[in-house]
């Protein structure tokens, strides 16, 4: 059944509001997690095949205010490096998301969140490092990851990190690096009718409410240990991508 606004409860979108502010301050903290917690939130209110699609829409309001907030910190030529292959990867994957039905999109949004937290710490601790040309595979590789599914950034930040960057810099590169890749994700949507109007109003009013997130993050950015705040966000995220890949494989 099509969504509408109207199916959508007040509790539900005082849920998902809250929901995408304080998974914008994580994601800004840790230069990931907002598309891996919203998931959680969103399947239930509209559909798996929505997720991907409003996530791709309301992360470049997360990712714009990122960029403001910490725009001094971006290495504007890791970007450049990582984005040609990136673009036309992102635009095959998402087309190729759009052909899938609610189970299927089940399916690969709840393996995504289940394998990408080990594939983060397997990247940090094998020392896996990138450098020069190197980073324009990785680019396709983060790409056609992120073109079908949400919360990729985990690929993008252990990439980013690899290639010597930290700290806030890693944070700014990585919303510079996911604007771009959210236009042509978002614009590949649109032409394969998968953003339709009452799903395109939804993610703009998620994306409105992550707008403040980026800027409490950066203040609080220094406060809160990071090993506690890495296994907590991993446990969730874990836990979340067992309950929807439960519901895929029950239905």
């Keep these: 059944m099509a969504f509408a606004l109207a199916d959508v409860s007040l509790a539900q979108a005082a849920l998902v509001a809250a929901s995408a502010f304080g998974a914008a301050i994580i994601g800004g903290m840790a230069g990931y997690g907002t598309g891996l917690l919203m998931p959680l939130v969103l399947v239930p209110v509209i559909g798996a095949e929505n997720v991907v699609p409003v996530i791709a829409v309301s992360a470049l309001f997360t990712n714009v205010s990122r960029l403001v907030a910490m725009r001094d910190a971006v290495d504007w030529q890791k970007a450049a ?9 992102v635009m095959l994957s998402a087309y ?3 052909r899938l039905d609610t189970r299927g999109a ?10 990408l937290v080990p594939l983060r710490r397997w990247l940090a601790h094998a020392g896996f490092r990138l450098a020069g040309w190197q980073l324009v595979p990785a680019g396709g590789v983060y790409g056609f990851v ?5 919360g ?3 690929i993008l930040v252990s990439f980013l990190m690899a290639a010597g960057l930290g700290g806030k ?4 590169t990585d919303a510079a690096i996911s604007i771009v890749i959210g236009l042509v994700k978002a614009g590949t949507f649109g032409w394969n009718d998968a953003l339709p109007l009452p799903v395109l109003v939804f993610a703009l009013l998620v994306g409105v409410a992550t707008l403040p997130g ?14 506690l705040h890495t296994l907590m966000l ?14 895929a494989l029950l239905a």
Excluded: N
């Design 146 to 150: 992120t073109g079908a599914s949400s």
């Design 169 to 172: 810099a890693v944070i700014a």
């Design 96 to 98: 190729g998301f759009t």
């Design 234 to 247: 991993e446990a969730v995220i874990v836990l979340g991508g067992a309950v929807i890949l439960g519901r």
């Design 81 to 89: 490096l990582m984005l040609p292959l990136a673009l036309p990867l």
């Design 106 to 115: 089940q399916l690969v949004i709840g393996l995504m969140l289940i394998v």
């Design 152 to 154: 990729a950034g985990v």
């Design 214 to 227: 980026a800027f409490v993050a950066r203040a609080i950015l220094d406060r809160l240990p990071v090993r």
